[in-house]
């Protein structure tokens, strides 16, 4: 049997019948919180992400992370049989996720408008590359593309070098945050209605919230913001610096009192009385000079001297760091922000913890992403099924 749930989010219960990365993160944050998240997997092989990334001992850790908190079943839905069960488990759910091309549930006879008719109150999130509609909504994409149409790859770089897509996940992180708050919109709105409603979600839509209002300034100004490296167009210093061992350090002073600061502690009072130096977007123009003014500075002295420095003046820095830095940083450890939680295969491991900190309610991380159909006999034995039922769904390839 699973750990008892509580928090914030106990007595929703989450019907995931999605793959990979952007969708089922979307229901680790609900499982996080305390809600029921049965994640449905193919009884052969089950979600590809047991596949994704690196393994110790024959453990998939990306499936340690995602597919923790949750209860794992195994169903095919394009056996008419699986069809069955899966309209047993959406009767009273508050949620159903899923990230098939569009028009795969309809063919199975389980789209939106057929399972509300079964349940009225039910959320239906559909997270696809391209929406539900529109001339590429039929194509099949993975994050990459939205990093590239996006316009997040385009800008990121430098200036003299090809555009560079993130080393990880971007979309599909970014996009499963925004899942998980459209389905606690719909389900805020259902607390007026009683009803539930369809969520729609595009992948290569994911990304432009985070670009700033590029779209408004190349409708407005006709700018299209370009490649930059560490920079910024709105504010200097803004960059990272290298130290006298080797290391770097993130400097960036977003307000004109901490920007004089920095100059001040760089040992660079002329360039503070500037009469460009009042004003960040001035300040932007002429980051070169001062670049240089700071990464002489830096370039003098240890990261631990700079990092003090800067806190005695007021100035803000931050090591880049490595995760081996992140894990054993204070104030990472003072927040809590790792989780580390047995698992039956591996033992004591780490992993990011909840994303926010509730004082009444607050998540938990209770257990690491299960085994293929580990919860089927309890989460089929609750829908009444008999064990000769289970056997024959069994040998039907169903679970």
């Known amino acids: 049997m699973t750990q008892p749930r509580g928090g914030a989010l106990a007595g929703i219960k989450v019907i995931d019948a ?9 229901s680790t944050f609900l499982a996080d919180f305390g809600a029921d998240v049965i994640k449905l997997e193919h009884p052969r092989g089950g979600d590809s992400l047991r596949n994704h990334g690196r393994q110790k001992d024959g453990e998939p850790l990306w499936w340690k992370y995602l597919g923790r908190n949750k209860r794992c079943i195994t169903l095919y839905l394009g056996h008419p049989r699986g069809q069955e069960v899966f309209r047993q488990l959406v009767r009273d759910a508050d949620v159903v996720l899923e990230n098939y091309r569009p028009g795969t549930m309809e063919r199975w006879g389980l789209g939106y408008d057929a399972l509300c008719q079964l349940n009225p109150a039910l959320v239906m999130a559909r997270v696809t590359g391209f929406g539900q509609q529109g001339p590429w ?11 590239a149409m996006s316009g997040f790859a385009y ?22 945050i925004i899942t998980a708050f459209a389905i606690m919109t719909a389900l805020w709105a259902r607390q007026a209605t009683g009803l539930g409603q369809q969520v729609d979600l595009a992948m290569i839509e994911s990304l432009l919230p985070l670009l700033e209002p590029q779209i408004l300034e190349y409708d407005q100004l006709g700018t299209i913001m370009e490649r930059i490296g560490n920079t910024s167009t709105m504010n200097a210093p803004r960059n990272a610096y290298r130290t006298s061992d080797g290391r770097y350090v993130a400097i960036s002073c977003s307000t004109q009192s901490t920007a004089e600061r920095m100059m001040l502690l760089a040992g660079r009072p002329d360039l503070v009385e500037e009469p460009w130096y009042a004003a960040a977007h001035e300040r932007a123009a002429h980051a070169a000079v001062i670049d240089q ?5 830096v370039g003098k002295l240890t990261l631990e001297d700079v990092l003090r420095a800067c806190e005695e003046a007021g100035a803000p820095a931050g090591a880049i760091q490595s995760v081996a830095e992140v894990v054993e940083h204070p104030q990472y450890q003072a927040l809590r922000s790792v989780a580390c939680v047995d698992d039956p295969k591996l033992g004591p491991v780490r992993m990011p913890n909840v994303q926010f900190r509730l004082s009444r309610t607050p998540g938990s991380v209770r257990w690491t992403g299960p085994s293929l159909g580990a919860h089927n006999a309890e989460v089929y034995g609750a829908l009444g099924l008999s064990a000769t039922e289970l056997q024959e769904l069994r040998e039907l390839g169903v679970i």
């Open 293 to 297: 003014a700071i990464g002489d500075w």
């Open 155 to 176: 800008r990121n770089g430098y200036p003299d070098q090809p555009p560079v897509l993130p080393p990880f996940g971007l979309a599909d992180t970014v996009t499963g």
């Open 137 to 147: 909504a039929g194509r099949v994409a993975f994050g990459s593309l939205a990093e």
């Open 18 to 26: 999605s793959s990979l990365i952007a969708a089922p993160l979307a």
